[in-house]
């Protein structure tokens, strides 16, 4: 019995080539960045809520996992509407969060543009819950408290003396 030809004939000149391309982010994000380049629209909103307020399909509060997607794919236009709406949408609440965390680590331009704000702002933002419950968050993950702690360490020494 002879055996049987398990490969598969190569493709004619003909047939489409396939290709995969694996999505490490969500894909749901993926898919509205995939939109923005067909149509060049897209609506960044402050809270899950507005979503449903809106009628455009393209709509999304997660600023910074697309701000991530635009710098990994090179789509300096959405990369700059994500920039512009984290910038705008930065206050005294939520920057003690941003400043700190792994996005503003591995995202430099728009790390440096928290740390300078807070910075500027450290006199109203070291009194705050966000910025009390900080380094409490991190108990669990020494590795991230360490890490945490000494960014903030390495920011303070900048501060004027008062």
């Excluded at 055996?3 to 489409?16: M, R």
């Excluded at 509205?32 to 960044?44: A, D, P, R, S």
């Excluded at 009194?127 to 009390?132: A, G, I, S």
Aim: glycine share 2%; proline share 6%; with cysteine.
């Amino acid at each position: 019995m002879a055996p049987e030809n398990t490969e598969s004939p190569p493709p004619s000149p003909s047939s489409p080539r396939r290709r995969s391309i694996f999505v490490q982010e969500n894909f749901e994000l993926f898919h509205l960045v995939l939109f923005y380049l067909y149509t060049e629209q897209i609506t960044f909103v402050d809270s899950p809520s507005s979503i449903s307020q809106i009628s455009e399909c393209n709509v999304v509060h997660e600023a910074e996992p697309v701000y991530a997607i635009a710098h990994r794919l090179m789509i300096d236009s959405l990369k700059e509407k994500a920039a512009h709406f984290l910038k705008a949408t930065t206050n005294l609440g939520n920057i003690s969060q941003r400043t700190f965390s792994r996005f503003a680590l591995e995202h430099e331009a728009l790390g440096a543009w928290y740390d300078e704000y807070f910075l500027e702002k450290w006199e109203d933002i070291k009194v705050r819950e966000e910025f009390q419950g900080l380094f409490k968050d991190l108990a669990d993950d020494m590795e991230e408290f360490v890490r945490v702690s000494t960014k903030f360490r390495q920011m303070i020494v900048k501060l004027p003396l008062r």
